[in-house]
């Protein structure tokens, strides 16, 4: 459960794997996919993610720990902009016991940006970042194990609720949410659906992207920095901009993102497609983590009012 109290078993990972001894460690607003820790040790302050194995989707955000982090540790080009991870002490990249993964890495003093508007600067720093890391040409054959398929999986899994085959054993507030938003949900899967075929049947050029840009994986040090790495894709470029072309200052993002990229151009129908995507896995991750995890009563209800928001967003956008 989230608000179990881990402090001992982390602690013991920490002496265990990497050889410190902490004297204060204190828990972090954490994250959708890890909780987080700040350490002090040795004189030292580092950031701990900490994975729980019981949790459901603890294996989809840690399949690709042997890919993502020694990118990162050897992509020179991002070096300042992304946290420096530090390995355990068998030189290894991250950790784990029986119960839990963790990963360690220097500490950022600043603060994330979640629910803030980009500032100018904030927004040419990330065109920045964004340019150089879709300009990795060279890392394409280390990145094929997580190149795009344009796979939807959660479609199935949504029309599998939303066809009432399991209604028995849903709880009355998720079928409430269902029912009431059923059409929506509907057309969203069939133009999800749709889209992903194009795609395939499309010669797209791909880079390497985050896939997950938002305020709450953008640090404000000294600098911009873009953390949480787990989904890291060898994918088209407008995997990285379907959540950006919106924003404020995007002119400030995209011209800053041209002087790296000077031939680059966004494409609508694969922008829509990212879109459309990141809306639907939402969704259905909101309701597996309910439907499938062991909640507390906070964390529940927190779930669900993601889960019963993001329907109703849907449903701005396709009514009826």
């Given amino acids: 459960m989230r608000n179990e109290n881990i402090l001992e078993p982390v602690c013991g990972i920490l002496r265990e794997f990497y050889g410190l001894s902490p004297a204060g460690i204190t828990e972090q607003k954490g994250g959708w996919s890890a909780r ?26 840690t399949a690709n720990l042997g890919i993502y982090l020694p990118f990162l540790a050897s992509a020179g080009e991002l070096e300042g902009w992304t946290p420096r991870t530090v390995p355990a002490s068998d030189g290894r990249l991250w950790a784990e016991d029986n119960r839990f993964l963790t990963i360690l890495a220097d500490y950022i003093e600043g603060r994330d940006l979640g629910g803030q508007i980009l500032s100018q600067e904030q927004a040419s720093q990330l065109g920045t970042i964004l340019g150089r890391l879709h300009s990795l040409k060279s890392f394409a054959q ?81 600098h911009l920095y873009l953390i949480d790495w787990e989904g890291l894709r060898y994918a088209p470029m407008e995997a990285d901009f379907f959540a950006l072309t919106g924003l404020p200052q995007f002119p400030a993002l995209w011209e800053a993102y041209r002087r790296e990229r000077p031939e680059a151009a966004i494409d609508p129908d694969c922008l829509e497609f990212y879109q459309l995507r990141r809306r639907c896995e939402d969704i259905w991750e909101f309701a597996a983590r309910i439907l499938q995890d062991k909640l507390d009563e906070k964390t529940r209800q927190e779930s669900f009012a993601g889960f019963a928001g993001e329907c109703a967003a849907l449903a701005e956008i396709f009514p009826g």
Avoid at 36 to 48: D, I, P, S
Avoid at 183 to 193: A, S
């Fill in 36 to 61: 987080a820790f700040r350490v002090e040790a040795e004189g030292r302050r580092y950031f701990l993610k900490v994975y729980d194995k019981e949790e459901s989707s603890t294996a989809q955000w």
């Fill in 142 to 222: 280390t990145l094929e194990p997580v190149r795009e398929a344009f796979a939807v999986p959660f479609c199935e899994n949504l029309r599998e609720l939303l066809d009432g085959r399991e209604y028995s054993t849903i709880p009355g507030d998720i079928r409430g949410i269902l029912q009431k938003y059923a059409g929506p949900l509907e057309r969203l899967t069939d133009l999800l659906d749709a889209s992903a075929a194009r795609q395939k049947a499309r010669e797209l050029p791909f880079v390497p992207c985050h896939t997950d840009i938002h305020g709450w994986n953008l640090m404000q040090g000294e």
